[in-house]
């Protein structure tokens, strides 16, 4: 770099505005401007607390649907089969109240940065969001999310033909929490509506079964056996598809719902306190045996698997068997949608040594932001949206799997179904028995990442043991910190 | 038989075809995405994971996402989406040069003590997360009213380009020799007649190479039109996004169509200015 000569210093006949001068305004302005912009985020949301009473109670006089006509409230979704079989219903609400509804989608993968980017910045700028239960956990202690309660109570808001029970236990209490460390859930408020659901069952290839002349396994040993016998690497062909990326969701579907059939827990309650329980005997067991599962018969890069990869190897005939949610396998077997399409059925998947069926549930539920304007139209989509009709006309119209309510998935979804081998029966088999399995607490997300990692570290060679050892004393810590 | 060499002949050796082969791997390899991206547009739902190279080509998944189905998928029209693209980023690289190029000659002209740090504070947009400031972003503009608009789009875009092309022009500015700027004064020009005159006209070239750059750095953003916008202000690589489907309902083929058309203007862009841009690059490249 040349040396810039002092002769070529810009004139300026005025007085000239010192360098430190023109950076001491600046960083004024500037720090003046960031700061007085950045305290309203401070406050963490704008939501309403038990102090300030709910909105609910400004609401009187008998149920009307048109109680909030001529607004307009705007929905964030991800894209999913409830989305697209709901969106085109939504004019049937706005025929229904005079509420307008916009729809913002973001893909999964980047939908909780968005959503809790906007509630973190106390933002009402989406009224009703959809959310999965285990985000209540992290969402709710802030105030982030509007406590439906006094909503489903007051009957000027909420029709006499809603019928909450209706909708199945384990998914209500899912989304009822205290946030009291060692709580159980179904206490506290109720901060989300269950609106579409998923069991973690095994789906595999039924054809494939059939010429073989065999049969789904009934035990987790049975299960480990038939799935290194489906396997043939030389045909590209393996046992079974699951998760095992270095995520939360790794942990959930097939892996919880086996750990908990083998009488497994996550967390044992020690007062207000939570112990880590992933060290177990049981524990230890069933963890080797889940690794040992994937090295002999699993996906080749199995640490790098989401579900849509395991449903996509189902569906192109690479795997024989998944174990994840039903809705995931479900759109597989559609006319069309696979190569497989057709030669899809369903099974419970292993019991448990004591014939447990205890599965683990994802549920997308509908939320109302605590910082919305506008929540009696919010509470009305959302009462609509979960209510026994509309969910019927997209059970009906469309690929809406598995609706929350017991009256809609007797009635129009089971007349829906269609040729889905054991679907019905794998259902009725575990609802009884599903529920969330985990341990409710704040740092969810962070201790079973933890839990999938310690899996990788296992599966790349590490003594299980040990690692589980190390794996609970530093969830135990993190989770009481 | 002569083995001298003509013009426009070459030597066959065993390195030369070796050194070809290698070079067509490498080409192939660093185009296959691309290709794959290509060929995954053409397949239908059924064959989108079932299928190599062998599969019925289909032109259905641009026309879906070009449609009111994909509107339906989506909730954005894919072509207003394109749109919002274009002029957020034209505008962006706009101001940036307005900005940054006067900005970049006086970086390059003038040392003063801190004029380090202020480049360097000006890089640091760059290479700072953008997640990191993304939530006050959230919240200034939610109350300045630049939430999901294109000129919020234009302004937070200057994160991005407006450090490129400070960065890029001022090494630009510093290889032309002073002389030619002093002797304009010693005519009696200006300072911005040397600058406009003199000193601007000799770097087209960089901001050729500049401007693209930050266009398709703009273009390629994700995260600050993922959050700062809604379905107004969608650019296009949100949208291509939003193809993909959930819940097991993959549309791999529809979100390659779409990353097909969105990748064509900034090709096009490039391709016409390539000469420009070769140049511009190069430039400065042996500098000591």
Redesign the interface.
């Known amino acids: 770099m040349t040396v810039r000569s002092s002769s070529f210093q810009p004139q300026n006949g005025g007085r000239r505005l010192g360098r430190r001068d023109l950076l001491k305004y600046l960083g004024v302005a500037g720090g003046g401007a960031a700061l007085a912009s950045l305290l309203p985020a401070c406050g963490v949301g704008g939501g309403t607390t038990s102090d300030e009473g709910s909105a609910a109670d400004e609401v009187s006089g008998g149920f009307d649907w048109k109680k909030a006509e001529g607004e307009s409230i705007k929905i964030l979704q991800t894209p999913h089969p409830y989305q697209q079989s709901f969106q085109p219903l939504l004019k049937d609400f706005t025929e229904l109240t005079g509420i307008e509804v916009e729809t913002e989608l973001v893909p999964e993968a980047d939908y909780f940065t968005k959503l809790n980017t906007e509630l973190a910045g106390g933002s009402g700028e989406h009224d009703v969001f959809m959310i999965g239960a285990y985000f209540i956990w992290t969402y709710g202690p802030p105030g982030w999310l509007e406590d439906l309660d006094p909503w489903l109570e007051n009957s000027s808001a909420t029709s006499d033909e809603y019928d909450f029970e209706d909708i199945y236990e384990g998914l209500r209490m899912a989304t009822r929490w205290d946030f009291q460390q060692g709580s159980p859930l179904g206490t506290g408020g109720q901060w989300a509506i269950p609106w579409g659901f998923e069991t973690n069952v095994v789906a595999y290839n039924k054809a494939e079964f059939d010429r073989r002349g065999i049969k789904p396994a009934e035990t987790f040993d049975d299960f480990i056996q038939l799935a290194i016998d489906l396997t043939d690497r030389s045909e590209s062909r393996y046992g079974v598809a699951f998760r095992g990326s270095r995520s939360w969701a790794t942990i959930h579907p097939g892996f919880m719902t086996q750990y908990s059939r083998e009488g497994a827990v996550d967390y044992e309650v020690d007062g207000d306190e939570l112990v880590a329980a992933m060290n177990s005997e049981k524990a230890v067991d069933f963890t080797r045996k889940w690794v040992e599962l994937a090295r002999e018969a699993g996906p080749t890069s199995w640490t790098t698997y989401e579900y849509p990869d395991a449903t996509r190897d189902l569906g192109n005939g690479t795997a024989m068997m998944v174990f994840d949610a039903d809705s995931a396998t479900y759109p597989q077997n559609r006319p069309g949608e696979s190569q497989e399409a057709g030669n899809l059925a369903w099974h419970p998947g292993p019991a448990g040594p004591d014939g447990s069926y205890a599965t683990n549930l994802w549920t997308w539920s509908l939320a109302m932001n605590s910082a919305s304007q506008k929540k009696l139209a919010a509470w009305l989509f959302i009462q609509w949206a979960t209510g026994k009709e509309a969910m019927s006309d997209a059970v009906r119209e469309s690929a809406f799997a598995d609706p929350t309510r017991a009256s809609v998935f007797d009635g129009a979804f089971k007349e829906t179904l269609g040729d889905f081998p054991g679907y019905l029966e794998t259902f009725e088999k575990v609802i009884d028995s599903t529920e969330i399995q985990f341990t409710p607490q704040t740092k969810f997300f962070e201790t079973t990442e933890n839990w999938a990692v310690a899996l990788q570290d296992i599966y790349s060679g590490e003594d299980a043991r040990s690692r589980l050892d190390a794996l609970a004393e530093s969830n135990t810590d993190e989770v009481n910190a | 038989m002569s083995t001298e060499l003509l013009p426009g002949r070459r030597r066959f050796t065993l390195t030369s075809v070796l050194a070809d082969l290698a070079l067509l791997a490498w080409f192939t390899f660093a185009l296959f995405p691309i290709l794959w991206m290509v060929l995954l547009a053409l397949k ?3 064959e989108q ?2 299928t190599y190279f062998a599969f019925s080509p289909t032109l259905e998944n641009f026309g879906t996402v070009l449609s009111a189905r994909g509107t ?5 029209d894919f072509t207003s989406t394109l749109i919002t693209s274009v002029v957020s980023c034209v505008g962006a690289v706009l101001v940036s040069l307005i900005i940054g190029v006067p900005a970049a000659y006086a970086a390059g ?6 004029s380090n740090d202020v480049m360097f504070t000006i890089l640091s947009f760059r290479f700072a997360p953008e ?1 990191m400031v ?3 972003l ?3 503009y ?2 300045i009213g630049l ?1 999901d608009t294109r000129v919020g789009l234009i302004w937070v875009l200057q994160l991005v380009t407006m450090p490129l092309v400070v960065w890029i022009l001022r090494s630009y500015f ?1 290889d032309l020799p ?1 002389d030619l700027e ?1 002797a304009a004064l010693l005519d009696g020009y200006t ?1 911005r007649r040397t600058f406009l005159t003199v000193a601007l006209p000799l770097v087209r070239p960089g901001i050729a190479a500049a401007a693209l750059l930050a266009f398709i750095f703009a273009w390629n953003n994700y995260v600050f039109a ?2 700062l916008t ?2 107004e202000a969608n650019t296009v690589t949100v949208a291509i ?10 549309y791999y083929n529809l979100t390659a169509a779409a990353a097909v058309i969105a990748a064509l203007p900034p090709l096009i862009l490039a391709l016409t200015i390539q000469r420009y841009l070769v140049r511009g690059l190069s430039f400065g490249a042996v500098k000591a």
């Open positions: 239908t739902s059924a994971t079932s339906e998928l989506t909730s954005v002209r003038w040392k003063y003590r801190g997640l993304v939530v006050p959230f919240v200034i939610h109350q939430f510093q002073e002093q300072r993922l959050i809604g379905n996004t939003k193809f993909l489907g959930g819940g097991g309902q993959a």
